[in-house]
Antibody, heavy 122, light 113 residues
Framework: QLQLQESGPGLVKPSETLSLTCTVS??????????WGWIRQPPGKGLEWIGS????????YYNPSLKSRVTISVDTSKNQFSLKLSSVTAADTAVFYC?????????????WGQGTLVSVSS | DIVMTQSPESLTVSLGERATINCKSS????????????LGWYQQKPGQPPKLLIY???TRESGVPDRFSGSGSGTDFTLTISSVQAEDVAVYYC?????????FGGGTKVEIK
């Protein structure tokens, strides 16, 4: 059974860079057609797609609302993918989820991690 | 961007009653070349990640009870719970995957009367 697990600091200072990693177990991250995405959810609010990256890391798509601050990368040797969000503010406080898209970018998120809460505060 | 609008924001139903949640997209999410609607539904319970219920607008994910069904095409979609159970208390989200950026509806909270 595929499992995804987010990890990273739970507290980040304003103006700094938020860095999270998603470790995939129970399957290979580098299977053809897979995309791996990040989605966030501010406390008590709805879901926002941050971006997704192809299994090889060669292609990434970002939400234009965050594009200037976001980088997503893949480390196939570790079966992990990562998120970096720069210049964070309190508005970036959210639960961050990693998830899989099994047949390319334009497919549903079928497996999700449990999520990790990241607070932005000095 | 395609804007997804869900209604109602919240819904209170009695056990065993039908619940209907609507989702409207600001433009069609039907891809004409394959006649598929790029629309899915998730269920999110408190403290848990979203769980996939429905994809391609009407295909039930493996293991999802058959009381959950999806319908609609183009810009108007519906998630129906035919007979609400206590464990169905949750927030339900629609999401399109037709184009980038992928976007979600605002959510519909289902509670038991």
């Amino acid at each position: 059974q595929l499992q995804l697990q987010e990890s990273g600091p739970g507290l980040v200072k304003p103006s700094e860079t938020l860095s999270l990693t998603c470790t995939v177990s129970g399957g290979s991250i580098s299977k053809s057609n897979y995309y791996w995405g990040w989605i966030r959810q501010p406390p008590g609010k709805g879901l926002e797609w941050i971006g997704s990256i192809s299994y090889s890391g060669s292609t990434a798509y970002y939400n234009p609302s965050l594009k200037s601050r976001v980088t997503i990368s893949v480390d196939t040797s570790k079966n992990q993918f990562s998120l970096k969000l720069s210049s964070v503010t309190a508005a970036d406080t959210a639960v961050f989820y990693c998830a899989r898209q099994s047949e390319g970018l334009y497919t549903i998120f079928d497996y999700w991690g449990q999520g990790t809460l990241v607070s932005v505060s000095s | 961007d395609i804007v997804m609008t869900q209604s109602p924001e919240s819904l209170t139903v009695s056990l065993g009653e039908r619940a209907t949640i609507n989702c409207k997209s600001s433009q069609s999410v039907l891809y004409s070349s394959n006649n598929k609607n790029y629309l899915g539904w998730y269920q999110q319970k408190p403290g848990q990640p979203p769980k996939l219920l429905i994809y391609w607008a009407s295909t039930r994910e493996s293991g999802v009870p058959d009381r959950f069904s999806g319908s609609g095409s183009g810009t108007d979609f519906t998630l129906t719970i035919s007979s609400v159970q206590a464990e169905d208390v949750a927030v339900y989200y629609c999401q399109h995957y037709y184009s980038s950026p992928l976007t979600f509806g605002g959510g519909t909270k289902v509670e038991i009367k």
